[in-house]
């Protein structure tokens, strides 16, 4: 560790959209370093040119920025390391600790299988054959036939693995290009990385990476001045470990890119609202201390979060609690922040209505109301379009149920028009109500029934804000308007 703070790493893999599980991991090493005044190392592991893409990493960073959670180093490229990995090959290679291997996957199988093996893995046939270097060869990390290797987690307790149980794991690929493993190993040595805070699903590969660090110290292997370690450094000690418990769907079944709601992007794009989401994502695997209140502030997070409290039980990914609780955070929001967080869903590109055609001053009339109803910003638009459009969009099963389907409906609306229209110099909400309530009681009906046509007509929708203070915001021209248009095609018989 550089000095007595933290140094944490977020090492992502740009292969598709941020997965919420790497931005449940993205934050908890983000808290251990937030909490300690430490090191938030942001890096890329895009060594995997097939699969990763530049887009992909723009989208880790552009993720991370909206979730308040920008890294203090990076990002770091292993694609602009590896001069730096074949330093290390050259170290255990010369050590003994590698060894050449020409075994094809197919010619390990066809072994396994003439031995009555059936658990698949490496037989080391190669290992002491003194084979040379080169093409179609991988280099082999050779373990110890006998010990334990011990990963002391923060969050599992110490875990063991027999030695004898592990293959001589492939450190090297045939093409020459260092694994994983090895390539991380080296990078935390260089970066001075304390902790290493990452799935469970990676647990199984601590072991390798233990036997990796401890083999590059006895080479005297020394850092290169990268970061957090000046360069001639020896070989810091092991960092700590905390593999974090696997996020699952309601089936309690991992989440899968192609099965499962996980991308980041996504809910940004929906309108939930960073805060919330970091304090859901906190909640998956770890409680505030008393376990009551889950609704709680930036700063209680990260004064409260423990990386010993962490529970290595499987956490439930429950997209319904995520949006009911960024509902409280969009009601908590001063109204002046509600709108401007509702700015680019009415204004901007994913607004349904030419630019020109928003009224902030109508908007902000009904802001209040809009807000009571709304889990996420995504859903305002619906919910006020019918101010910013020439007609509304009408709902078919809206009309067909609340105005076609009662017979009492053209007489309500043919009132309305006759109602409203002395209303023209007093169009408020109050007399609206007062109009329409005795509508209601000349049909016999109460109010919220009878007020079900004129808001499907003036608004193309059965839900929405209070119906008096919208069509205030509305206007009296375009809501007789509407209303016109409504006993029109319900004369037509148009459904």
Not at 259 to 268: I, K, N
Not at 286 to 315: C, K, M, Y
Request: with cysteine.
């Amino acid at each position: 560790m550089a000095g007595d703070t933290p140094r944490v790493r977020f090492a992502p893999s740009p292969t598709g959209y941020f997965h919420v599980g790497s931005a449940r991991t993205a934050l908890f090493n983000w808290l251990v370093a937030r909490q300690s005044a430490g090191t938030f190392v942001l890096r890329i592991e895009d060594t995997d040119a097939e699969r990763g893409r530049e887009e992909w990493v723009e989208g880790i960073v552009e993720a991370l920025h909206w979730l308040g959670m920008d890294p203090d180093e990076g990002p770091y490229r292993q694609s602009a390391r590896t001069a730096r990995y074949h330093e290390a090959v050259e170290a255990l290679w010369a050590a003994g600790v590698l060894y050449a291997c020409g075994c094809t996957h197919d010619e390990v199988a066809a072994r396994n299988a003439a031995a009555g093996i059936l658990t698949p893995g490496y037989d080391g046939h190669c290992r002491d054959l003194g084979l040379a270097r080169g093409p179609g060869r991988a280099l082999r990390f050779r373990t110890p036939g006998e010990g334990t290797t011990v990963v002391h987690d923060v969050v599992r307790g110490d875990v063991e693995f027999p030695c004898a149980a592990m293959d001589d794991f492939v450190a090297v690929k045939s093409s020459g290009d260092p694994l994983f493993v090895l390539a991380n190993v080296v990078d935390d040595i260089d970066m001075a990385i304390s902790h290493v805070i990452r799935g469970e699903d990676l647990l199984p590969t601590s072991p390798k990476g233990i036997l990796a660090w401890e083999a590059l110290a006895s080479t005297g292997w020394t850092t290169d001045g990268t970061a957090g370690a000046p360069a001639g450094a020896p070989t810091p000690p092991l960092p700590v470990f905390a593999h974090l418990p696997m996020l699952v769907n309601e089936a309690r079944k991992k989440l899968s890119k192609r099965r499962d709601p996980v991308a980041v992007e996504s809910y940004r794009d929906q309108g939930y609202l960073p805060d919330a989401f970091v304090n859901y994502l906190s909640l998956l695997g770890w409680s505030p201390p008393g376990g009551e209140d889950e609704v709680f502030t930036r700063e209680q997070l990260i004064d409260w979060f423990r990386l010993e409290d962490v529970n290595h039980s499987p956490a439930f990914f429950d997209v319904a609690k995520l949006t009911h609780l960024n509902g409280e955070y969009v009601r908590a929001l001063p109204t002046g922040a509600f709108v401007e967080a509702c700015r680019p869903w009415l204004s901007g590109d994913r607004a349904p209505w030419a630019p020109g055609d928003f009224d902030e001053a109508a908007f902000v009339a009904v802001a209040p109301l809009v807000q009571e109803r709304v889990a996420v910003l995504g859903e305002v638009p619906a919910m006020v379009d019918f101010l910013f459009l020439d007609a509304p969009a009408l709902d078919p099963d809206a009309w067909e149920r609340a105005v076609v389907g009662d017979d009492r409906a053209a007489t309500i609306l043919g009132a309305a028009v006759a109602a409203y229209r002395d209303l023209r110099t007093g169009w408020t909400a109050d007399a609206l109500h007062a109009s329409t309530l005795a509508i209601a009681e000349s049909v016999g009906r109460k109010l919220g029934k009878a007020q079900a046509p004129i808001r499907v007509a003036v608004t193309g929708r059965r839900v929405g804000p209070p119906l008096f203070e919208a069509l205030e915001a509305l206007g009296a021209d375009r809501t007789l308007a509407r209303l016109g248009a409504a006993l029109d095609l319900l004369g037509a018989g148009a459904v």
